[in-house]
């Protein structure tokens, strides 16, 4: 297999990790990336940690196996959170492995250096939010308030294309006491991406929102060169993103493929 000339793989349980191909395809302009939505499973955030590895396996090795991948982002915080150290000593250095993590570090700069006063609010999936990965980030930051919250049905309702009304309402009940009393927001979870408006509209335009896609767009970058992986040209400008997912379902594929911007 010619790893070297390869492509980019990237996974997640449906649309969430495509927030971050987007920022990825902007700055490694000469990769080919292969999107795999597993939404048959979806959602991950529920799932046992045993579940989340062997899901995580078999799609990496989808990835690499059946499609030439030369390195993997796992565009999802619930399966890093389970999978990332399994993943890596089962295809590093072979294959580099780029989990996502909830960008906890930016938002602790934000407040310190701006005296903000206040939590800083995690929102990610009940796995996340439960798993020692999280817990090792945040004693790493313990002199701020990190308040985490388990959002048990947002991916879903965001994956199944829930109106914004309905999305409001749930995130409105569930996180209004904390309105007034939150410095920034750091989304936990891919998918939240795509309701970040909505949370602006909760909480107001002067709490900043956080996500780690460009933090893991750029770590993937620095990978390949560290690495010599980078490509320096591209054959086919058209054919830069293939998408498969998990349900054979054409309403879904439609759905990744608007997103990813390949229709
Ligand atoms: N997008 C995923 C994450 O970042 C998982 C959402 C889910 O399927 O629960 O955690």
Redesign the pocket.
């Given at each position: 297999m010619d790893f070297k000339n390869g492509n980019i793989g990237f996974f997640?349980?449906?649309?969430?990790?495509i927030s971050i191909l987007g920022k990825t395809m902007k700055l490694l302009e000469n990769e080919v990336f292969i999107y795999f939505g597993?939404s048959r499973?979806?959602?991950?955030?529920?799932?046992s940690e045993s579940e989340l590895i062997n899901l995580s396996i078999n799609i990496c090795n989808f990835l690499i196996f059946e499609n030439n991948c030369k390195a993997i982002v796992v565009?999802?915080?619930?399966?890093?959170?389970a999978a990332i150290r399994f993943l890596r000593e089962r295809y590093e250095p072979k294959i580099p492995i780029i989990g996502?993590e909830p960008a906890i570090k930016p938002a602790v700069e934000f407040v310190n250096s701006n005296n903000k006063k206040g939590y800083i609010l995690l929102l990610?999936?009940p796995?996340?939010v439960n798993g020692d990965k999280l817990r090792c980030l945040i004693n790493k930051y313990s002199k701020n308030t990190i308040e985490c919250f388990a959002l048990d049905y947002l991916?879903?309702m965001i994956?199944h294309n829930e109106s914004e009304q309905s999305i409001y309402d749930y995130l409105y009940e569930r996180l209004h006491k904390y309105i007034n009393n939150v410095s920034c927001i750091v989304l936990?979870?891919?998918?939240?991406y795509f309701v970040k408006n909505i949370i602006k509209d909760i909480f107001g335009e002067g709490v900043r929102i956080f996500d780690g896609s460009l933090g893991t767009a750029m770590e993937l970058r620095r990978r390949l060169i560290e690495n010599n992986l980078i490509n320096k040209t591209i054959d086919n400008l058209n054919t830069r993103v293939q998408i498969y997912n998990s349900l054979d379902n054409e309403k879904v594929l439609r759905c990744h493929k608007i997103l990813s911007g390949v229709i």
């Open positions: 997640d349980s449906g649309i969430g990790g597993d499973n979806s959602p991950y955030g529920s799932k565009a999802c915080n619930t399966a890093s959170s996502v990610a999936t796995f996340t991916a879903y994956e936990g979870c891919t998918h939240y």
